[in-house]
């Protein structure tokens, strides 16, 4: 059974960081493309960051580059998403997913979602 398991959101001022976590369990990590999306309150899910299984090349929604970071452990069969400079507008649920297809902006590629962490940013 496939587990994905978020951790680190939390509530925030606006300019503050956090890194979000992500335990993946009975799969091989290390052969999943793996990403973090979101959703805010009444809004649809939205790409956030991917990060490819082989070379973990980065990808970014253009709401998070350049204040963001995707890594994985994959030793530790962990991603992580570190989140600098934090404004109000990133206040939603995270989520961590694995990829079962390779268009990583796509929601229907993505195999596996973990259950969401609350990050609210305040102003």
């Known amino acids: 059974q496939v587990q994905l398991v978020e951790s680190g959101g939390g509530l925030v001022q606006a300019g503050d960081s956090l890194r979000l976590a992500c335990v993946a369990s009975?799969?091989?990590?290390?052969?999943?493309?793996m990403g973090w999306w979101r959703q805010a309150a009444d809004k649809e899910r939205e790409f956030v960051a991917a990060?490819?299984?082989?070379?973990?090349?980065?990808y970014y929604s253009d709401s998070v580059r350049g204040r963001s970071t995707i890594s994985r452990d994959n030793a530790k069969n962990t991603l992580y998403l570190q989140m600098n400079n934090l404004i109000p507008e990133d206040t939603a649920v995270y989520f961590c997913?694995?990829?079962?297809?390779?268009?990583?902006?796509?929601?229907?590629?993505?195999?596996?979602w973990g259950q969401g962490t609350q990050v609210t940013v305040s102003s």
């Open positions: 009975g799969l091989s990590f290390n052969t999943y493309a």
């Open positions: 997913a694995a990829y079962s297809g390779s268009y990583y902006y796509s929601l229907e590629q993505v195999g596996h």
């Open positions: 990060i490819s299984r082989i070379n973990h090349t980065p």
